[in-house]
């Protein structure tokens, strides 16, 4: 398998532009997980599906940012506007809910707002 | 909630001597606990969990954990650090419900040649 699979991995736009964050979980993962780390804040759950279903979206900071899961192969993160504070690394995870709860994590998306 | 408290925001240990990671957790019921290894831009890595049974779980690269229900206290240990350790370590903790993981704020190892 390929493990799960971010794009792009390095984004730089300037403030006010849209952004749009891209995942591919592991095949047969039925939970993803959307992370954002900063060195001031640490590793943050911004979203999270189960079933291709959001179930807890509290994490998410403002109504500029959103997530959808249209399937089980695919998951966007955008940021809409996007501003020089939302500049971090962003990771998806997935995970299976059964006897192998861990989560695997994608390599990350650099994002730098200027 | 749970949480979980890693105590030391930087661990030193020179190569060849043991190390260990501290963390504790806090949860209703019992725990599915799990150590992580960053390496510089790369993603989180899962190393090894506790789910039940044997209190000492051994995992990638060496590395081990010891859990301590008394204690609330889930250490990784390595007999013997390498250089190549050196990487950023977070604990995590979620309870047997289908719920994410919580991370700790995770610790820099620096393993000096």
């Known amino acids: 398998d390929a493990g799960v699979i971010q794009s792009p991995r390095h984004e730089v736009t300037e403030m006010g532009q849209e952004v749009t964050l891209r995942c591919k979980p592991i095949?047969?993962?039925?939970?993803l997980f959307w992370y954002r780390q900063t060195m001031m804040r640490g590793l943050e759950l911004l979203i999270y599906f189960n079933n291709n279903v959001p179930i807890d979206d509290s994490g998410m900071p403002e109504d500029r940012f959103s997530a959808k899961m249209p399937n089980a192969s695919f998951s966007t993160l955008k940021i809409q506007p996007s501003e020089p504070r939302d500049s971090a690394v962003y990771f998806c995870?997935?995970?299976?809910?059964?006897?192998?709860?861990?989560?695997?994590f994608g390599p990350g998306t650099r994002l730098t707002v200027l | 909630a749970q949480s979980v408290a890693q105590p030391e925001d930087q661990v030193n240990v020179a190569e060849g001597n043991p190390l260990t990671v501290k963390c504790t957790y806090s949860?209703?019921?019992?725990?599915?606990l799990f150590w992580y290894v960053q390496y510089p831009n790369r993603g989180l890595q899962f190393l090894l969990k506790?789910?039940?049974?044997?209190?000492l779980v051994k995992g990638s690269y060496g590395f081990e954990a010891e859990f301590n229900k008394s204690q609330t206290s889930f250490h990784l240990k390595k007999p013997s650090a390498l250089v190549s350790d050196s990487a950023l370590y977070f604990c995590a903790v979620r309870d047997m419900g289908n719920t994410p993981l919580v991370f700790g704020k995770g610790t820099r190892l620096s393993v000096i040649a």
């Open positions: 506790y789910i039940t049974g044997d209190n």
């Open positions: 949860v209703s019921g019992n725990p599915y």
């Open positions: 995870a997935s995970s299976f809910a059964g006897a192998n709860p861990e989560q695997f």
């Open positions: 095949s047969g993962h039925n939970s």
